[in-house]
């Protein structure tokens, strides 16, 4: 585990409450925009995840609010919500959600699941980080399981790493670590860890290209 990741837990720690009101925040600045992307994100997810059976186990990596957990249990799966942060915990044991205190870099998985979500996750991973959850992830998947993810595009931002804090509604009075991963270097890791790129594609921002969004399979 990093230490930036380490320091940004620490932070998410001190505001998950801050930063689920400032998620609130932005969607109110555009309600239906909010609403379009939510539902485009649920139809990706049940495309990502319909080879599965209901009543197939899939573990979210960073819940936060609960929300995509409590679509995939919508769906059928059986799904297990996890974060780090106590404040995010209380909100997911307040909707009544399975869940577990769980960091994917120090915590062992704890059982065998069909898949995977970890959504803006790792932007806050260095590729250490990645290179470890990766493994783990894979270790942790059935034959054929699948690990959802998505990370922000080095070719958007044009650099590489940075602690930032942003204005406005995303403002959080204190900064985390940001890293942007290239499509080759995650391929690679994938592709070492034992993965096998199902899908892939970009998309958001003004050109369209701010996330790397991939469905891999062990």
């Known amino acids: 585990m990093s230490e930036q990741n380490k320091q940004t837990l620490e932070a998410y720690q001190k505001t998950a409450q801050r930063y689920l009101e400032n998620t609130k925040a932005h969607a109110a600045l555009d309600p239906e925009?909010?609403?379009?992307k939510q539902i485009k994100l649920e139809q990706f997810l049940a495309q990502s995840f319909a080879k599965y059976p209901e009543g197939a186990n899939i573990f979210e990596i960073?819940?936060?609010d609960g929300v995509n957990a409590a679509y995939l249990c919508q769906l059928g799966f059986n799904v297990m919500a996890s974060d780090v942060a106590d404040g995010f915990l209380q909100t997911l044991a307040a909707k009544r959600m399975k869940l577990m205190k769980f960091n994917v870099l120090t915590d062992d998985f704890p059982q065998k699941y069909d898949g995977v979500l970890a959504w803006r996750v790792f932007v806050h991973f260095t590729p250490e980080d990645v290179v470890l959850a990766a493994q783990k992830i894979h270790d942790t998947l059935k034959d054929g399981g699948r690990?959802?993810?998505n990370a922000i595009n080095r070719a958007y931002k044009d650099k590489t790493e940075e602690w930032a804090d942003?204005?406005?509604e995303y403002h959080m009075d204190v900064e985390r670590f940001f890293y942007y991963h290239s499509k080759e270097e995650l391929?690679?890791?994938l592709a070492d860890a034992g993965f096998r790129i199902v899908d892939f594609h970009e998309e958001g921002g003004e050109t369209g290209n701010k996330w790397l969004v991939y469905v891999v399979e062990k």
Not at 33 to 36: G, H, N
């Open 147 to 149: 690990f959802v993810f």
């Open 62 to 64: 960073g819940s936060a």
């Open 187 to 189: 391929d690679a890791i």
């Open 166 to 168: 942003f204005p406005g």
């Open 33 to 36: 925009k909010a609403e379009r």
